[in-house]
């Protein structure tokens, strides 16, 4: 963040900017508490309400202030009165003789209208809304919200939300009572203990619930849209067993109320651990098939253990964000390391280790102590420090020390030596090499995690088949016969088979898929499917199976190399696959039609309405993923409609950076064409004047 140094108070007293992006004043003020009421517009995107702080003044001072973003109006009261009160663009500063000790309610009145930190989505593409969900971290929740950016201000916050009656509102804390107010409905939550502005949580859209208990009679709330409803077992999967793994894990009970999940669309991240009240990207929502390529277990353990480690004890400044997701990182990893074994979590840690020493290898390694760290650092190397610090003290003084860290600073601000205090006082340990290896380093101590590594039995076996990476085929044949000895190892196995595509097709590797194949492994014909670089008539059996395989992945995979290899079945291929499917992940399905479009014996009329349903994953209501997929098909076939051209210029103004620079990398590349750029230049001439100014100032057509 920019360090900016303003005048604040008649003393002209200079402070510097944090990095939360606003001036501190902790030492001045205290704000206590917020109530906040919020009333959301189901005809506008403006959000409105009143939020009342009550304050302690710790020292004398003229004035105070509220971070405020986008007001479109606000009053100011001060104890019931009006007061006088300046807005910068940036804070509302509130003029008053605030003396030392004494307390005090302010009340903003306000209306903001914002297209960062709360997005409002329209999930059906029919031009309205139908979702809200907020993101504070990074954003600043005073984008939207009066509130205190300096995540070193923790209130407790109790949150009124008013909206359309036929949408669900969710916030932090404990829903205490929803009222009918004409076509609206009042939603009221309750918190009992403090938290960082950035916590703040709103989602409002057409949600159903299914509550959930845990060891220690916990409610867990999962959030679903209706027509999902048979998605929930597969998408919350391990939720509770998580949970209950990571109270005793970490000893200290689960410090909220209820702990809330809510899958919003077009999220900016993977997910959001806002306090009790977690939000995940609706990508995540699979079904029992879809688990198997790609589910919410990691993110679902990552969030959960924030509530603890950013939420509960939260950083001071950015230099200290490894407490935060460092231990997010490894207590989710621990969560894994109950549910799939010792083998799967060290696998994670090699696999990590081999990301952190290739970001060294680059030159772009920073020490875990600095605020400019990658995610990387700050995730995966803090994860490591971690494990390494427990290895260093032995498990029983590790969880001592943890436990007596979120107990002493519990509802406070902590900084890297806070910890480390804790843990020498527990386990007498000088920790002065520990820190210089592993938090002030920049780079990856890669000796030091390799002899961590080497403790596990599994590691010694995938170092050696490893190793085999180099060796002829004639080499490692004894090898993989081992690897392949019941009962099998599937991680053993998917290195295998990553290494037999790196030698030439003979019988003993056809053997040897075949072999692997048999073991039934869904992940281990997975890896076979998406390791296949072109058609074997020698593995078309195998391939056939692997249509009824439970991954739409594998089912893709196998689908292309059959059609690829046999030109005079495609039609009866395609025909088989579709009655055989019952259902189809989106991929799969633009696959699908893809295929169907380049095979004969599809009348045109039948082509025209696989081109109709391939060129329909462009649209709004399909996500971010998706539609980046479905360009590239209809690129490669020379078939963009004017409609995914509008698609295009809409993903080009999306609200997610990533997507929007890819489909501007794309509309860039397309616009260079004669053909393409009569077709956009007649696309852009029909839409609204205000869109059409926006897309030629962002291109400068």
Request: glycine share 4%; proline share 3%.
């Amino acid at each position: 963040m920019k360090t900016t140094i303003i005048w604040l108070f008649a003393s002209l007293l200079s402070v510097i900017v944090t990095a939360q992006d606003s001036p501190s004043q902790t030492e001045f003020v205290d704000f206590k508490t917020a109530t906040a009421d919020i009333y959301v517009n189901a005809n506008s995107e403006i959000i409105s309400g009143t939020i009342d702080f009550q304050v302690d003044i710790l020292k004398d001072i003229p004035s105070l202030f509220i971070d405020a973003k986008n007001l479109t109006r606000y009053d100011v009261k001060l104890d019931g009165k009006p007061v006088p009160a300046d807005y910068n663009e940036k804070q509302i500063v509130v003029e008053s003789r605030f003396r030392e000790s004494g307390t005090h309610t302010i009340t903003v009145e306000f209306s903001t209208e914002t297209n960062k930190a709360l997005y409002h989505i329209d999930r059906d593409n029919d031009g309205k809304w139908d979702q809200i969900w907020t993101q504070g971290q990074g954003k600043y929740t005073s984008n939207w919200l009066p509130s205190i950016d300096d995540m070193n201000e923790k209130m407790i916050w109790d949150i009124g939300v008013t909206a359309p009656s036929q949408y669900r509102a969710i916030s932090n804390g404990v829903l205490k009572e929803t009222t009918e107010i004409d076509t609206n409905k009042k939603w009221q939550f309750d918190m009992d203990y403090p938290m960082s502005s950035y916590l703040v949580a709103l989602v409002v859209g057409d949600y159903d619930v299914q509550i959930k208990k845990t060891a220690t009679q916990k409610p867990i709330e999962l959030y679903y849209y209706p027509e999902d409803a048979q998605k929930v077992a597969s998408t919350y999967k391990y939720t509770v067993q998580m949970f209950d793994f990571l109270e005793r894990e970490i000893g200290i009970e689960y410090p909220w109320e209820v702990y809330k999940q809510i899958p919003v669309k077009d999220f900016l991240y993977s997910g959001m651990e806002n306090t009790t009240a977690t939000i995940f990207n609706d990508e995540f929502v699979v079904d029992e098939i879809a688990f198997n390529d790609g589910n919410y277990v990691t993110v679902n353990a990552h969030e959960l253990a924030h509530q603890w480690f950013g939420d509960l004890v939260t950083e001071t400044e950015g230099k200290h964000h490894w407490l935060q997701e460092g231990f997010a990182t490894y207590y989710s990893m621990l969560a894994e390391r109950d549910i799939y074994g010792d083998d799967h979590y060290y696998m994670t840690l090699f696999e990590n280790a081999e990301s952190l020493l290739a970001q060294t290898k680059s030159g772009k390694g920073t020490a875990l102590l600095d605020a400019s760290a990658s995610s990387l650092t700050f995730y995966q190397h803090g994860a490591w420090a971690l494990h390494a610090l427990r290895a260093q003290i032995g498990d029983a003084d590790f969880k001592l020390s943890v436990r007596e860290y979120l107990k002493k600073y519990a509802g406070r601000n902590v900084t890297t030596d806070d910890f480390l205090n804790v843990v020498t006082e527990i386990s007498g340990e000088d920790l002065t090499g520990f820190k210089n290896r592993w938090l002030t380093n920049t780079q990856f101590p890669s000796a030091e995690a390799l002899v961590l590594l080497r403790k596990s039995n599994f590691m010694e076996q995938y170092f050696q088949l490893s190793a085999r990476s180099i060796s002829t085929f004639d080499e490692a044949f004894n090898s993989y016969k081992e690897t392949l000895r019941a009962p099998i190892n599937e991680l053993l196995v998917e290195e295998m088979i990553k290494q037999l595509s790196l030698h030439k097709k003979n019988d003993r590797i056809i053997e040897l898929y075949k072999e692997a194949a048999a073991t039934g492994n869904l992940k281990v014909r997975q890896a076979i499917a998406l390791s296949l670089q072109e058609y074997d008539p020698a593995l078309d059996k195998i391939l056939r199976t692997m249509l009824n395989d439970e991954s739409y992945l594998t089912r893709e995979s196998a689908l292309f190399l059959l059609w690829q290899g046999n030109p005079m079945e495609r039609h009866a291929i395609l025909q088989e696959t579709r009655e055989l499917w019952t259902s189809m992940s989106p991929s799969l399905e633009m696959a699908w039609n893809a295929l169907a479009l380049n095979s004969a014996d599809y009348k045109n009329n039948e082509k025209y309405k696989f081109l109709q349903r391939l060129s329909g994953f462009t649209s709004p209501v399909y996500s971010p993923q998706t539609r980046t997929a479905a360009f590239d098909y209809l690129i490669n076939l020379d078939a963009m409609s004017a409609q995914n051209y509008r698609d295009l210029m809409d993903a080009c103004v999306h609200h997610s950076w990533r997507f929007y620079k890819n489909s501007r990398d794309i509309f860039e590349a397309l616009y260079k064409k004669n053909e393409s750029r009569v077709v956009i230049d007649r696309v852009i001439a029909t839409m609204p004047v205000e869109e059409q100014k926006r897309i030629r100032d962002l291109f400068k057509v």
